[in-house]
């Protein structure tokens, strides 16, 4: 058993009667396999606006809950660690673990994570609710954890990253949920999803960061060029080619951008292995 303490909102339905603090605690009791943060909250109000800080810290307990569950709830010096890793992060901080904790206190106040407290009274430890408090997919999940941590991004880019927590087998398919994402108004596109070099960025900005995508400019159509005949003569010698439909093309341009961000996604991997390593060597006191 372990208890977990949420602040702010009353999403939690289980208010216990020994806390009367005018901030609104809730404490709750269950087993580490429990999936009650899972079930969303249709009644909690939805929030649609972070901090800089708030969005890297959610997308650490996002990202490391998905790929690292051992290791998962973070304690707060594993969330440090996380936030301010080099790699698949953009930009590089340098947060200290009491810039962290007040990034957590805010967090809490938004109901966004909880305080998870081990009975064996071990060091406390942090888990997000960002299942319970929107309306997202296991896929739709790490793409906005990918897109806290790293911002705009080409579509190959965030398939394979975002990969790397859910599998998001096609471009097909991560359109797919980019589509039910932007309808909803989390994220932001610089032109249709199905052109081809596009960006897209989560929307959860703060009105004063300004960040809102450059539209692309509208394709340039190509004027044709006149047709030549040539002689009968240089017909024969000039056997007709097929040439690749434009379509044909562009599949081909995605999938090389899709391979070589995969290529990228590997090396992170293995950077993010070797950081996972060292800090539980340090913990372990190796």
Partial sequence: MITEKVFGHGFLREPTSHLSSPRNHWMVQRNMSGSYENRFDEEAPLVRQLTKGQRRVLGVLIEKGLTTPDQYPLTLKASTTGANQKSNRDPVTNYTEGAVWDLFD??????????????????????????????????????????????????GELRSRASRMVPIESLTELRNELRSLQEQGFIQASGDLERRGIE???????????????????????????????????????????????HELNQVRDETASLRSEVESLRQTVSDMREDLDELKRSLGV
């Fill in 106 to 155: 805010e967090l809490r106040e938004l109901g966004l994570i909880a305080v998870v407290h081990p009975e064996s009274g071990r060091t406390e430890r942090f888990r997000h609710y960002m299942r319970k408090r929107f309306p997202f997919n296991e896929p739709q999940l790490a793409i906005m954890a990918e897109l806290f941590l790293r911002g705009k991004q080409q579509l």
């Fill in 200 to 246: 897209v960025d989560h929307n959860m900005y703060l009105e004063t960061e300004g960040q809102q995508l450059e539209k692309m400019q509208a394709p340039t159509p190509e004027v044709a060029a006149p047709i030549q005949h040539p002689a009968p003569a240089q017909v024969a010698q000039q056997p007709a080619a097929a040439q690749p439909s434009s």
